[in-house]
């Protein structure tokens, strides 16, 4: 394939047209996709024409561009995660019914150090959630990726612990000795709380998903603010969907924790109520 004089591969300016879409920005004019890639207005406009041609991006009347139908359709076809997003949506739906509050749905990405959200039901929510659908936010200040950061294999764990931990709030945690422990603690409950780590408000819960051989392939959180808390709710359904997920998606039956999870909530409920 064919490089640009800046060293760039014909797909790799393709992703970056691709990748300049969001969802506050859904619709962008060529100036906007020269602004945001760099490339020179030539070459992006030669591009998303192509793009255009081949239903990856649609034009607008005014000749803005925005993501086409075949983008969709692609990836509604043949993506393995939106098989598990649409076999995790049922089992999202009875949690969300159950504690009213945001419920996701996501995955790992351990190279980039990052959480995806395939799926969110918010709509009876109150609290303030950074996370969005195909959106991403780091692993170790997510209960998502914690869940899921601790029952990956520990040299997977160990190199993620030898990059730096960036500090979003007070209570982001970003010594690796005591990240350890909390991984450890988080297989011992077979469940992770959260307080006020990415917003100071809320409180968040999550579970981890296993595939085939048991391996972990995703996470269930939910987030809600601190003051509506009730783990008696949370947890019972919460652990019930990630143990039935699970199955779904391959796992053998395992039990989440070599205590029983519900005594742990109780004993932080205490702890935190005795504290006020």
């Known amino acids: 394939m064919a490089n640009s004089a800046s060293g760039e591969s014909v797909i790799q300016r393709v992703v970056k047209i691709l990748d300049a879409f969001s969802k506050g920005h859904p619709r962008l004019t060529l100036r906007d996709l020269v602004r945001i890639t760099g490339m020179s207005s030539g070459t992006a406009h030669r591009l998303a024409n192509d793009l255009v041609d081949n239903g990856l991006l649609n034009r607008g009347e005014a000749g803005d561009y925005g993501v086409g139908m075949k983008m969709w359709e692609l990836a509604s076809r043949s993506n393995p995660l939106e098989e598990f997003r649409r076999r995790g949506l049922p089992f999202l739906e009875g949690v969300h019914a159950a504690v009213r509050e945001q419920v996701s749905l996501s995955i790992p990405d351990v190279e980039s150090r990052s959480v995806l959200y395939l799926e969110q039901l918010d709509q009876h929510g109150t609290a303030t959630n950074l996370a969005a659908v195909a959106g991403r936010l780091d692993i170790h200040n997510t209960t998502s990726g914690m869940a899921m950061l601790a029952h990956m294999p520990r040299h997977v764990q160990e190199r993620f612990l030898a990059g730096p931990l960036e500090k979003t709030t007070p209570n982001?945690?970003?010594?690796?000795?005591?990240?350890?422990?909390?991984?450890?603690?988080?297989?011992?409950?077979?469940?992770?709380?959260?307080?006020?780590?990415?917003?100071?408000?809320?409180?968040?819960?999550?579970?981890?998903?296993?595939?085939?051989?048991?391996?972990?392939?995703?996470?269930?959180?939910?987030?809600?603010?601190?003051?509506?808390?009730?783990?008696?709710?949370?947890?019972?359904?919460?652990?019930?969907?990630?143990?039935?997920?699970?199955?779904?998606?391959?796992?053998?039956?395992?039990?989440?924790?070599?205590?029983?999870?519900?005594?742990?909530?109780?004993?932080?409920?205490?702890?935190?109520?005795?504290a006020n």
């Open 172 to 274: 982001t945690e970003t010594d690796p000795v005591k990240v350890r422990a909390h991984l450890a603690l988080i297989r011992e409950r077979g469940y992770v709380r959260m307080a006020g780590v990415l917003v100071p408000e809320n409180t968040a819960y999550a579970v981890p998903v296993f595939g085939e051989g048991n391996r972990v392939i995703g996470a269930i959180a939910v987030v809600l603010p601190t003051a509506h808390e009730n783990p008696h709710v949370i947890l019972p359904v919460l652990v019930a969907a990630g143990r039935g997920l699970s199955r779904t998606m391959g796992a053998e039956r395992r039990p989440y924790g070599t205590r029983p999870w519900l005594e742990s909530g109780r004993q932080e409920t205490e702890t935190r109520d005795a």
